[in-house]
């Protein structure tokens, strides 16, 4: 990381990896030959995870500025803003699966697309309303509700660090992924169904945990609260944390590539170590190894992503996802999920297809000016010096 005086050179760097995080997403989505090879390349870490830990810093970092410079109340609206952009975003992407999609599946009869949205064609109604309300969340829309959620609870986490602290509420966070890998959310979810009487089927609820993938949101928001505030130099990490991630990254990646992303095949309690949807303890730690990686790492990363093409889509990350998801959906619509099957020119073009359109909607949508460094107002010092204890 860089100082807050260089936020701008900064930005660009967390906008390519955001722009990587896009381009490893969309590879894993499309149904081609290259989504298992390309599917957590670095070790048993998803794009998912790098997206969301970005997107929690940025917002952590702009909006942790944007207190300082106008106070807590400027910054609960701007996160309260951002949430109904998203949510928007959100609906505009159901309302597309199920007209469009939904036809196109429907009419040639797409075991794939009906399979992706089965409770909707068994009971629309309330499929839709559920929907809304962020219930009933199909495949690959389950990720933008995840956001909707996190930004609506950002700003009042945020306020209560000021008066607290960070640590309980990194510790509270903690102790919340700890409880989602004894199912939690189950638990949560058959209270709620047997007094409300909800007829969304579990399995229909998206397929993230919420309860533990709020861990890596609100770890990157106190992170990027963290450098909006106070500089956190990359040479204070101890040098045997740093070598503890080596050994942990380079196992980790070694091990993805020899075994495989499912080492422990039908084995379900080793399985739980590294599950994706419930962020299992050991891709958990990996997580972090590859987080102190990029950090100690980072003028060498930064130079290995100089590429303006991840910048602008990094830049534009919300429009971007969503045209990847787009052309996911119609991809899947036309030729199904025959991952493997397809010839290398139908692959091929559906790949150059997505990231075309794709660095054409980031061109449109990239923002015209460069953002300034958020500046550290001297008539605010109690923010300023306590947000990011």
């Known amino acids: 990381m860089v100082s807050p005086e260089n936020a701008v050179k900064r930005w660009s ?21 290259f989504s298992d090879p390309l599917g957590q390349p670095f070790g048993f870490v998803s794009a998912a995870e790098g997206f969301v830990f970005l997107s929690a810093f940025m917002a952590g970092y702009i909006f942790a500025g944007r207190a300082m410079k106008d106070g807590v109340h400027a910054m609960r609206d701007a996160f309260l803003r951002r949430a109904a952009r998203i949510y928007s975003c959100h609906v505009g992407m159901l309302m597309f699966l199920f007209t469009i999609v ?37 495949p690959l829309l389950d990720i933008l509700p995840l956001y909707v959620v996190f930004m609506l ?11 607290l602290s960070w640590t309980p509420i990194l510790l509270a966070s903690g102790m919340i992924w700890l409880c989602a890998q004894f199912g939690l959310d189950r638990e949560i979810y058959e209270a709620v169904a047997t007094v409300t009487g909800l007829k969304v089927p579990f399995h229909e609820t ?65 399985a739980a170590l590294l599950d ?22 980072g003028n060498v990363l930064k130079a290995a992503l100089r590429y303006r093409i991840l910048e602008i889509l990094g830049a534009a990350s919300l429009p971007v996802f969503c045209v990847h998801l787009i052309v ?30 794709m660095y054409m909607t980031a061109w449109i949508f990239q923002p015209r000016q460069a953002t300034k460094p958020t500046s550290r107002p001297g008539n605010q010092p109690t923010i300023n010096a306590r947000v990011a204890r």
């Open 13 to 33: 760097e967390i906008d390519a990896l955001r722009g990587l995080m896009l381009v490893l997403m969309t590879l894993t989505h499309l149904p081609t030959r």
């Open 102 to 138: 939904a036809a196109i599946g429907i009419s040639t009869d797409r075991q794939t697309i009906k399979h992706l949205i089965s409770f909707y064609l068994n009971d629309p109604v309330t499929a839709l309303v559920s929907s809304l309300f962020l219930i009933y969340n199909p």
């Open 153 to 163: 609870l950002s700003p009042w986490l945020m306020i209560a660090a000021l008066r």
């Open 206 to 270: 998206g397929a993230f945990d919420i309860l533990a993938w709020q861990f890596i949101w609100i770890f990157g928001l106190w992170f990027g609260v963290r450098n909006a505030t106070a500089w956190f130099p990359a040479q204070k990490l101890p040098p045997l944390l740093c070598a503890l991630a080596l050994a942990v990254g380079i196992t980790g990646f070694l091990a993805r590539h020899i075994m495989g992303q499912a080492p422990f095949g039908n084995h379900p309690m080793l």
């Open 276 to 297: 994706k949807w419930h962020l299992g303890p050991l891709r958990v730690i990996n997580f972090l190894a590859l987080v102190v990686l990029t950090l100690r790492f």
């Open 328 to 357: 996911v959906l119609l991809a899947l619509a036309a030729v199904g999920d025959q991952q493997g099957s397809t010839s290398l020119w139908l692959d091929t073009t559906l790949v150059t297809v997505a990231f075309f359109a």
